[in-house]
């Protein structure tokens, strides 16, 4: 059936209870709405239609009924259907008792009590209380009229009579207050003046509080999820009393989270977000965050990437609670798929992966799904031994395979990794695992492991980016039937930036492909890439803290926004320095050869005179080197550089004005240029140059090499181009080698950072060396972000 078809038919549903069209119509648009409402229709037996009343009860029991207390629908929706629940008033107070229940089990007299149920208020009882309220405040309704709080009115009438139905209780108001007060004049429609509340002062930073409604949250008995089965089943997973106390008790009450890379590369941006979510919320809640390493593709995995992974972690800020690895619990992984065989509820397969896909597309069961238990058990034995080759058998869970969630069709649970070890022919060894050895030659899926280890670390809020939320069916399906604790899962949005890739295979192409250099190339969004590139931690969790954690999926937030952050750090910490990228030699000719003044330059724009260690002496001679573009042969207004006859001030130093120029062989090129400086600085030029001077007659200035470096693709979102790689920013790095500095920045060590004055901001790279530094280029000066509101 199409989705056309599908909905006509869901829509016919819903007018058949009375819902109005345009209701009806709206709740087919919210997909959660829709299969909450049918659900609750079948549920309560009216597929053949009911009256409005009914139906429009029916319709809020689906909209907004309390998700801790799902298991007790069934026993809501018989007193609608037969009327013992008839108005909105007793409906809301049914909710609220059950809400306040969860999955307890309860007295029926005491529901029906708390309800209303048996209980009618005749319209006689109405007119008379509201006629007693109306008299109690008629002193204010004389003198405010129609502008009296009718809602305030009805609260007090619902106070005296609980059960009256409300719509009622308003029409009689609205009769009664006309006979009080007669016709509405121009008058009562007046707005009375308001003044105007001042607004309160946000508080700076994220809070990570909003991930639940309070510190029980994870504890309560409520309903994690509803699983919807073809077959009309809806299963609505929960913790009983008992797992809760038994969590409790390992927990003591405290908040546990995680953080679970799979150790097959370096950690980017995007994992700086994980992190920040993971142990923040940890952190703020006074409770523990596990590094968990998801080791379970021994092919992909490297010690190199878990040495990483713990180190990165360590500079970001954050402090694991505990290290572990999903291989630690690989033999209980192993019992429970066992037992899951055992209760029927996984099957050992022998599709190939394509056979698998093609199924899974079409719906169609495995020919080996209902294979006899026995059976299952021992070729899932011969799997474990290695008497079983790769892609030739795999453990696959017997979900649902007519779902409308893709994710329950009979997910893999266990797959041979043969070639995660090589057999010598004279030891017959495996190669081993990265942390746990030769000792296994099967190995779990994520969607096996996942929940598993986060039940048996009695993690409190699993937490992860929103491309997992289909898989919510599947996490708790897996925890329900093996009657394990259920961790509350929450859904983020992931990190996506502009001109980059975040994705672990995308990358892992550019850096085997030798596209990039390495998996610390300042151009990568890695996390160590953008350390070598002079990104510090705080600036990367300031970023991170100022976009916010939110569950909007579809926002690519502009590079420019992280360079922001980035250069609003470095402005206030990085001491300034002048660098001369591409020298342009000028000789100044009024002034004696080999004669040194050292200047005092400032390292802070507000540095004091009498604060020495704000300053730099840098030294002055006859020859100094400008930028090449900081000289043009021919003058404009708008231009603030040296040319000929034209004067401007060397920062820190003196004025000098051009007074000859010196051309190359091709008569074009500008080789040299002659000038006088103004020793009593009388002239006041209005553009200032950065500079380096020779130190010495005969002796160049430290030469540094430079690396520039911008966006490393073209298109603002490369990921979704079929060319991707073909996007690659030709120009994304330049190398300077011949670039001029002032003496001083040759006491520079590996990751100092600097502000190359009317450049921007450069930190020392791993690769200098005594004899030559190596300087890159972290973020520009222009500060596109601020200007231009980048989002």
């Known amino acids: 059936m199409g989705d056309d078809e599908a909905n006509k038919e869901r829509l016919e549903l819903f007018l058949k209870i009375g819902l109005d069209k345009r209701t009806a119509e709206n709740a087919l648009v919210n997909a959660k709405v829709t299969a909450n409402l049918t659900a609750v229709i079948k549920e309560a037996g009216v597929v053949d239609g009911c009256n409005k009343t009914v139906g429009n009860l029916l319709y809020t029991v689906a909209t907004k009924f309390p998700a801790n207390a799902l298991v007790h629908r069934p026993t809501l929706l018989p007193y609608i259907v037969e009327s013992k629940i008839k108005n909105p008033t007793q409906l809301e107070a049914a909710l609220s008792f059950l809400s306040n229940i969860g999955t307890e089990s309860f007295s029926l007299n005491d529901f029906e009590e708390a309800s209303g149920v048996g209980i009618d208020v005749s319209v006689d009882q109405i007119e008379h209380t509201v006629t007693e309220v109306l008299e109690e405040n008629k002193s204010v309704i004389l003198e405010q009229r129609y502008r009296i709080n009718v809602g305030n009115l009805c609260g007090q009438v619902r106070k005296k009579q609980p059960w009256a139905d409300a719509k009622l209780v308003k029409n009689v108001i609205d009769e009664k207050l006309y006979g009080m007060l007669g016709e509405r004049t121009a008058a009562d429609d007046e707005k009375p003046l308001r003044k105007k509340k001042e607004k309160p002062v946000k508080a700076e930073g994220v809070s990570h509080s909003h991930l639940f409604l309070d510190p029980a949250f994870a504890y309560c008995l409520r309903v994690h999820t509803e699983i919807f089965f073809s077959n009309g089943t809806v299963w609505r997973p929960h913790n009983s009393r008992e797992k809760l106390e038994s969590h409790l008790k390992a927990t003591r009450g405290k908040i546990f989270t995680r953080f679970p890379p799979e150790p097959n590369g370096y950690l980017h941006i995007g994992h700086a977000k994980a992190m920040f979510v993971d142990f923040g919320l940890a952190k703020e809640m006074d409770g523990c965050c596990y590094l968990r390493y998801d080791d379970t593709n021994p092919h992909a995995e490297k010690q190199e990437y878990i040495d990483h992974i713990e180190e990165i972690i360590q500079w970001m800020g954050w402090k694991p609670f505990k290290v572990t690895y999903t291989s630690d619990y690989f033999q209980n992984l192993y019992d429970l798929a066992v037992e899951l065989i055992r209760n029927g509820y996984a099957y050992v397969d022998h599709q190939t992966a ?405 450049l921007g901001y450069f930190a020392v790279d791993p690769d200098s060396t005594p004899e030559r530094l190596v300087f890159n280029r972290t973020v520009t000066l222009r500060d596109s972000y601020s200007m231009k509101g980048a989002k």
Not at 585 to 593: C, E, M, R, S, Y
Not at 682 to 689: A, E, F, I, S, Y
Request: include cysteine; hydrophobic fraction near 35%.
């Open 354 to 758: 394509e056979e698998i896909s093609e199924y899974r597309k079409e719906k169609m069961n495995s020919p080996w799904r209902d294979r006899p238990i026995e059976e299952s058990l021992k070729l899932f034995d011969d799997m474990r031994r290695g008497l079983i080759e790769e892609g030739k058998a795999t453990l696959r869970m017997k979900q649902d395979m007519q779902s409308d969630n893709y994710n329950m069709y009979d997910l893999i649970a266990y797959r041979v990794k043969a070639n995660a070890y090589f057999v010598c022919l004279t030891c017959h060894q495996f190669a081993p695992h990265p942390h746990v050895g030769d000792k296994w030659c099967i190995y779990p899926s994520y969607d096996f492991a996942h929940c598993i280890v986060d039940s048996l670390e009695n993690i409190t809020h699993s937490l992860c980016t929103l491309e997992f939320e289909t898989r919510r069916a599947s996490y708790y399906w897996l925890l329900e039937v093996l009657g394990l604790y259920q961790p509350y899962v929450w859904e983020y949005s992931r990190l996506n930036i502009s001109n980059t890739v975040m994705s672990k295979r995308k990358l892992n192409t550019l850096v085997t492909d030798k596209h990039v250099d390495g998996w610390d190339d300042p151009r990568l969004m890695t996390l160590a890439g953008l350390r070598r590139r002079g990104v510090s931690s705080t600036s990367i969790n300031a970023f991170v803290r100022g976009i916010g954690i939110t569950r909007s999926d579809n926002s690519l937030i502009r590079y420019e926004r992280l360079e922001y952050h980035i250069r609003e750090e470095l402005n206030r910490t990085a001491p300034r320095i002048m660098v001369v990228l591409h020298p342009l030699k000028v000789v100044i000719t009024n002034l004696d050869d080999g004669l040194r003044m050292d200047l005092d330059a400032k390292m802070w724009p507000d540095a004091q005179a009498n604060d020495a260690s704000a300053f730099y002496k840098v030294p002055f001679t006859n020859v100094v080197y400008i930028e090449q573009s900081d000289f043009r042969t021919k003058d404009s207004k708008d231009y603030y550089g040296l040319a000929p006859g034209k004067s401007v001030l060397l920062r820190y130093a003196f004025p000098i004005k051009c007074t000859e120029v010196i051309y190359g062989d091709d008569k074009e090129t500008v080789v040299e240029i002659r000038a006088e400086y103004d020793p009593k600085k009388t002239t006041k030029p209005k553009g200032v140059l950065h500079w380096v001077a020779r130190p010495t007659q005969g002796v160049d200035p430290l030469m540094v090499d430079v690396r520039l470096f911008d966006k490393l693709f073209l298109s603002e979102n490369p990921a979704e181009l079929p060319d991707w790689l073909g996007d690659l920013n030709p120009k994304s790095k330049e190398v300077i080698t011949s670039a001029f500095a002032v003496p001083s920045l040759g006491s520079a060590v590996v990751g100092d950072k600097f502000q190359f004055e009317r």
